[in-house]
């Protein structure tokens, strides 16, 4: 039986039942209350306030600028839009890193100010003391490891990551440190499928995919590249379900040219 179709509002227990039942978890991201209206009425499980607002809605070319202030004006526009799904807020480069005192203080800076159900974090080992501090606070928190966008001008590129023995073992380490402190859930971001699959057979949380292949929990998809908003980004673990890029062009076209004509508005669109 789906338990998704039998649920009025996900938690972070529903989605350990779907990884125990083996039903897939949909995961988008949001950054706006309409669009995320849209996302929860079409039924999704959860939705992600990423830090990638800072490139998708600010046009920064890393998710580094954005601030706590800004995530939380997001988060708390997408909570007023939600009433299903569970809303992750990512939190922000520089709010919780190297001092668990600061992260507490900013995820609870979050659920107050936003309303969001749970916090994500980027990291393994290293952020371990601040993702407990939180969750001593009774705050969800999802761990983020692989391709960690937060960590760019030490990775380099935006190539996939832990290919080699070294850094796949790392990251399974990080996995299971993370389940063992108490995270409810993990992405893994552009890694081998083969090494997330056995990622999601070792642990017992769930394990959701982004360019991690399809032998995982579930799969989150930034919702303006999925949509072909931006058309400019097209990596190789990217299904898209729209070419709103083109859609919404021809559409300011005919605008643009209506408007020019005089041919809007017409006599049934005034007063
Ligand atoms: O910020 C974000 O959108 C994310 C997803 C890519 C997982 O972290």
């Given at each position: 039986m789906s338990?998704?179709?039998n649920?009025?509002?996900?938690?972070?227990?529903?989605l350990?039942?779907m990884?125990?039942?083996?039903e897939?978890?949909s995961?988008?991201?949001?950054?706006?209350?309409?669009m995320a209206?849209?996302?929860d009425?079409?039924?999704?499980?959860?939705?992600?306030?990423?830090?990638?607002?800072?490139n998708?809605?600010?046009?920064h070319e890393?998710?580094l600028p954005?601030t706590?202030?800004?995530?939380?004006?997001?988060?708390?526009?997408?909570?007023?839009?939600?009433?299903?799904?569970l809303?992750?807020?990512d939190m922000?480069?520089g709010?919780y890193?190297?001092?668990?005192k600061e992260?507490?203080f900013?995820?609870?800076?979050?659920?107050?100010?936003?309303?969001?159900?749970?916090?994500?974090?980027?990291?393994?080992k290293e952020?371990?003391?601040?993702?407990?501090r939180i969750l001593?606070?009774?705050i969800p928190?999802m761990?983020h490891l692989?391709l960690?966008?937060?960590?760019?001008?030490?990775?380099g590129?935006?190539?996939?990551r832990?290919?080699?023995?070294e850094?796949a073992d790392?990251?399974?380490?990080?996995?299971?440190?993370?389940?063992?402190a108490?995270?409810f859930?993990?992405?893994?971001?552009k890694?081998?499928?083969?090494?997330?699959?056995?990622?999601?057979?070792?642990?017992?949380?769930?394990?959701?995919g982004?360019?991690?292949g399809?032998?995982?929990?579930g799969?989150?998809?930034?919702?303006?590249?999925?949509?072909?908003i931006?058309?400019e980004f097209n990596?190789?673990?990217l299904?898209k379900y729209?070419n709103l890029?083109?859609e919404?062009?021809e559409?300011?076209q005919?605008?643009?040219?209506?408007v020019?004509s005089?041919d809007f508005?017409n006599?049934?669109?005034?007063?």
């Open positions: 338990v998704h179709k649920v009025k509002k996900v938690t972070t227990h529903v350990q039942t990884k125990n039942e083996c897939k978890i995961m988008l991201t949001a950054y706006d209350y309409t209206k849209i996302i009425d079409s039924g999704i499980d959860v939705i992600l306030v990423g830090d990638s607002a800072s998708i809605m600010a046009g890393t998710t954005i706590l202030d800004q995530m939380i004006y997001h988060a708390s526009s997408v909570v007023r839009g939600v009433e299903r799904a809303v992750v807020v922000p480069f709010s890193q190297g001092n668990s992260a507490l900013s995820a609870i800076k979050i659920m107050k100010e936003s309303g969001g159900h749970a916090v994500k974090m980027e990291g393994g952020i371990l003391e601040s993702v407990e001593t606070a009774g928190v761990g692989g960690t966008p937060q960590s760019i001008y030490k990775f590129t935006y190539v996939v832990a290919k080699e023995k850094e790392r990251l399974i380490n990080d996995a299971k440190a993370l389940e063992k108490g995270c859930a993990i992405v893994l971001e890694i081998p499928s083969d090494l997330a699959s056995r990622v999601a057979k070792e642990l017992t949380i769930p394990i959701i982004i360019g991690a399809n032998k995982v929990d799969q989150v998809l930034v919702v303006h590249d999925m949509l072909g931006n058309n990596p190789r673990f299904r729209n890029h083109k919404m062009k559409s300011f005919r605008y643009i040219n209506d020019k005089n508005p006599e049934s669109e005034q007063y």
